[in-house]
């Protein structure tokens, strides 16, 4: 795995992602990676961590209010529609990338989970909460940075739930 790249020395959208943790009191180590980071599973090697440990950072809107909202996925589960549904009170459709794109201010395969151009409500899936820590994108598709659970939890203001169906 790399070092950490130096803050100053970070491209414009991890930059962002860097100052967003600092705004919130976090001192991020963000790596930008020689591979590419853009898949769960490709985040997972070149990381040297089991899938389960990567942050997907999945966005949807609700059908009825038209609000996005933001899932914290663990690499290797599958956001349940149904229960999703469940938690939010309302049908959610998956938006195309442009409109992630406008609703974060990041492309598709560096959702970081905080530092979007507008603030999402943010749920959390409860299995990442199983490790010392965990991997998220940093706001392009070969950066990504660690962080312990609880710290992204509150970071990201975000409410802990069940998001995968039992795994088979
Ligand atoms: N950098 C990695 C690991 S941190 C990453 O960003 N993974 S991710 O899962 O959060 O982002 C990829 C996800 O974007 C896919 O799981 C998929 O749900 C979503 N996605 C991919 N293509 C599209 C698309 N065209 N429109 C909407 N969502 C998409």
Not at 140 to 163: C, G, H, W, Y
Request: proline share 7%; hydrophobic share 45%; with cysteine.
């Amino acid at each position: 795995m790399t070092a950490p790249t130096l803050p100053d020395n970070l491209p414009p959208s991890p930059r962002r992602v860097y100052d967003a943790a600092r705004a919130l009191g976090l001192d991020i180590a963000v790596h930008l990676m020689d591979q590419s980071t853009r898949t769960a599973e490709e985040a997972a090697a070149a990381c040297g961590c089991k899938v389960a440990q990567i942050v997907k950072s999945l966005v949807f809107r609700g059908q009825r209010s038209g609000k996005s909202f933001l899932f914290l996925v663990a690499g290797d589960n599958r956001l349940d529609d149904t229960l999703a549904a469940a938690l939010i009170g309302e049908t959610l459709e998956r938006p195309d990338g442009r409109f992630v794109r406008e609703t974060t201010g990041f492309a598709i395969g560096g959702i970081p989970p905080f530092g979007h151009a507008s603030p999402l409500q943010t749920i959390m899936d409860e299995d990442l909460l199983a490790h010392d820590l965990v991997w998220a994108a940093a706001g392009a598709p070969n950066a990504v940075f660690p962080i312990a659970p609880d710290e992204l939890r509150a970071a990201t203001n975000a409410r802990v739930a069940r998001l995968a169906a039992a795994k088979a």
